[in-house]
């Protein structure tokens, strides 16, 4: 699972140096399966189901503005000046899985886009900070909801971090908001992400007909950060960090 992060990682890491206006998000889809073929893995998202959803016709989510999660890539999808979008990536290494999405800004972003994105990304790692062996995954979504709260942004409730290893989703569901103590304990040997979504506006979302892509009801802005972790005995560690990337303070 380590390399199956490691690889995630620099699935991002490559995409990150691609983001700037003009780039189509099939573009981007493109990146991530030739590095992750490039490493002998394969693209979890690519003609997944879940739940009687059709299979994903992507290697990977871009989601866009006011898509919330599970967008689908595509060549009339032109990113443009001010745009945020987020890339989830989920490469099979071995038969192990490593998830990890980040939001990037396209060109000049509007200052309060670009705080929306610097806080989620905060939120995430608040939520990484209340993992321990001994506690419980409430702990977890209750430090993410308090910070995004206090800020004046609601937290996404439809969709969860997950377990994940050999399988791409699997229990538990890690919520995004919650109450510390409940939930399920918090045990060494877990591995789970956490990927909390936070919009400017209200929380719900709708998802397309297309099945898949989901968006804010009232089309205000959502990012999103995504971690895969290791719950050791002492502590917890980050799967999926970024060549250059270090926990905000
Ligand atoms: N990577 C997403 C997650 O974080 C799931 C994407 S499923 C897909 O759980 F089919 F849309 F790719
Ligand atoms: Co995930
Ligand atoms: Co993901």
Known sequence: MREAGRLAAECLDVVAELIRPGLTTAEIDRAVDEVTRAAGAESAPYLYVNHGTPPFPGHCCTSVNDVVCH?????????????????????????WHGDSSRTFLVGDVAPKARQL?????????????????GGHIGDIGHA????????GYAVVREFTGHGVGREFHTSPSVLH?????????IRPGMTFTIEPMINLGHWKTDVLDDGWTAVTVDGSLSAQFEHTLYVGETGVEVLTLGKDETPPV
């Open 177 to 185: 908001y919650g109450v510390p103590g409940t939930g399920l304990p």
């Open 71 to 95: 967008g689908i890539p595509d060549d009339q999808r032109v990113l443009r000046d001010g745009d945020i979008v987020n890339v989830d990536v989920t490469p099979r290494l071995n038969g």
């Open 144 to 151: 993410i909801q308090g910070f995004a709260e206090a800020q």
């Open 117 to 133: 994105v610097r806080d989620t990304r905060h939120a995430l790692w608040l939520g990484i900070r209340a993992v321990r062996p």
